[in-house]
């Protein structure tokens, strides 16, 4: 028995029977000899963080635009904080802590730059429209490796394309748009938990709001503090889950509400704050113009791009180029291909 399997035999004994097992994955797109040392969604995690979009996240926006401070999140620092508090979770609940994690580390790699302003406008002006949890699955189905992707198992790309909620409810309700895996839905929660948390604390920190404006009855039941909230929200989700009879993860039905008000909040007083939204309007304008004057000048795309030839229609290889720009690479190609330099006398 080599070591893998040795690890698949412990989660035998030491799991939830509603847990994920990793020799019972539903396999991958394209067969691959297993490690002799790590199970499937062990191997799937260190995939992700090997991989260049996973590196892009940290020059990539969660809320505030180029912050100056060093303290603001990025999209990096977010799914970081995403993927240890599900892995608190699925701990505490006896889930599959491998599986948890990798879905947590690759649900944001599709993000493109300017945070949700870019996504907004390639969903408005890519055909077919642009959503940030189907170009994560791109990203490690078809875009890593050079157009190998990155094979990783069912479970783990079930988990990223349907970690996304936007204003929706927290724990999907509708049976065709749940999770295969609960370990999928823990990463849902932590993903909104670690966003409305840290969305609040560097809302503060750029003074966009005051603690004062925080809803009365949000502060009172979830505490004044970022550890208060967090901690009362992960409790919530423990308390309810293990009380259930099925497995599945839950929240306390107060703290459920709390965390909606708290997510129409930051909607209303941050994300649509002219002081945050202005910015990403100009930004927006960078997407838009390059995804225009690509699709435009084709021979400039391959140039820029480093690509010999299309390997899919233009327009989604021009969609999926910009989607995985960083924040300044997309200021600095701007820069290059709008914006006139200063002439200089031959010499």
């Given at each position: 028995?080599?070591?893998?399997?040795?690890?698949?035999e412990?989660?035998?004994?030491?799991?939830?029977?509603?847990?994920q097992?990793?020799?019972?994955?539903?396999?991958?797109?394209r067969f691959?000899p297993?490690?002799?040392?790590?199970?499937?969604f062990?191997?799937?995690?260190?995939k992700?963080?090997?991989s260049?979009?996973?590196?892009?996240?940290?020059?990539?926006?969660?809320?505030?635009?180029?912050p100056?401070?060093?303290?603001?999140?990025?999209?990096?620092?977010?799914t970081?904080?995403?993927?240890?508090?599900?892995?608190?979770?699925?701990?505490?609940l006896?889930?599959?802590?491998d599986?948890?994690?990798a879905?947590?580390?690759?649900?944001?790699?599709g993000?493109g730059?300017?945070?949700?302003?870019?996504?907004?406008?390639?969903?408005?002006?890519?055909?077919?429209?642009?959503?940030?949890?189907?170009?994560?699955?791109?990203?490690?189905?078809v875009?890593?490796?050079?157009?190998?992707?990155?094979?990783?198992?069912?479970?783990?790309?079930?988990?990223?394309?349907?970690?996304?909620?936007?204003?929706?409810a927290?724990?999907?309700?509708d049976?065709?748009?749940?999770?295969?895996?609960?370990?999928?839905e823990v990463?849902?929660?932590?993903?909104?938990?670690?966003?409305?948390?840290?969305?609040?604390?560097?809302?503060?920190?750029?003074?966009?709001?005051?603690?004062?404006?925080?809803?009365a009855g949000c502060?009172?039941?979830?505490g004044?503090?970022?550890s208060d909230?967090?901690?009362?929200?992960?409790?919530?989700?423990?308390?309810?889950?293990?009380?259930?009879?099925d497995?599945?993860?839950?929240i306390?039905?107060?703290?459920?509400?709390?965390?909606?008000e708290?997510?129409?909040?930051?909607?209303?007083?941050?994300?649509?704050n002219?002081?945050?939204?202005?910015?990403?309007?100009?930004?927006?304008?960078?997407?838009?113009?390059?995804?225009t004057?690509?699709?435009?000048?084709p021979?400039?795309?391959?140039?820029?791009?480093?690509e010999?030839?299309?390997?899919?229609?233009?327009?989604?290889?021009?969609?999926?180029?910009?989607?995985?720009?960083?924040?300044?690479?997309?200021?600095?190609?701007?820069?290059?291909?709008?914006?006139?330099?200063?002439?200089?006398?031959?010499?």
């Amino acid at each position: 028995m080599n070591i893998r399997e040795r690890l698949e035999e412990r989660e035998e004994f030491i799991l939830s029977p509603h847990a994920q097992r990793s020799r019972r994955s539903r396999g991958r797109l394209r067969f691959e000899p297993e490690c002799d040392i790590r199970p499937s969604f062990q191997h799937d995690r260190d995939k992700i963080i090997h991989s260049k979009s996973f590196r892009r996240l940290k020059h990539k926006t969660q809320v505030f635009l180029a912050p100056a401070d060093d303290h603001y999140r990025t999209r990096l620092t977010h799914t970081l904080e995403v993927s240890q508090i599900a892995r608190t979770l699925a701990k505490a609940l006896l889930l599959n802590e491998d599986l948890v994690e990798a879905i947590a580390l690759g649900h944001d790699l599709g993000h493109g730059p300017f945070g949700h302003a870019g996504e907004d406008v390639l969903n408005r002006v890519h055909e077919g429209g642009f959503r940030h949890n189907e170009q994560s699955l791109r990203v490690v189905d078809v875009l890593e490796r050079e157009g190998k992707g990155l094979n990783l198992t069912i479970e783990v790309r079930d988990g990223i394309l349907k970690h996304a909620k936007g204003k929706g409810a927290i724990l999907s309700r509708d049976d065709g748009d749940r999770p295969l895996t609960h370990e999928a839905e823990v990463v849902r929660i932590a993903d909104v938990i670690a966003y409305i948390n840290h969305d609040i604390d560097d809302a503060l920190r750029g003074n966009v709001i005051e603690v004062s404006d925080l809803p009365a009855g949000c502060v009172e039941c979830l505490g004044s503090t970022h550890s208060d909230r967090i901690d009362r929200m992960v409790r919530g989700v423990l308390t309810a889950s293990l009380g259930g009879e099925d497995g599945s993860p839950a929240i306390e039905p107060e703290i459920e509400q709390r965390m909606v008000e708290l997510r129409a909040f930051l909607y209303e007083r941050v994300y649509e704050n002219p002081l945050v939204h202005e910015d990403f309007k100009r930004a927006g304008r960078i997407v838009e113009d390059l995804y225009t004057f690509f699709l435009e000048n084709p021979d400039v795309f391959l140039a820029e791009s480093g690509e010999r030839d299309f390997y899919d229609n233009p327009a989604a290889c021009v969609c999926d180029y910009i989607a995985g720009m960083t924040d300044r690479y997309a200021f600095n190609l701007f820069e290059k291909l709008f914006l006139p330099r200063p002439w200089k006398i031959p010499i």
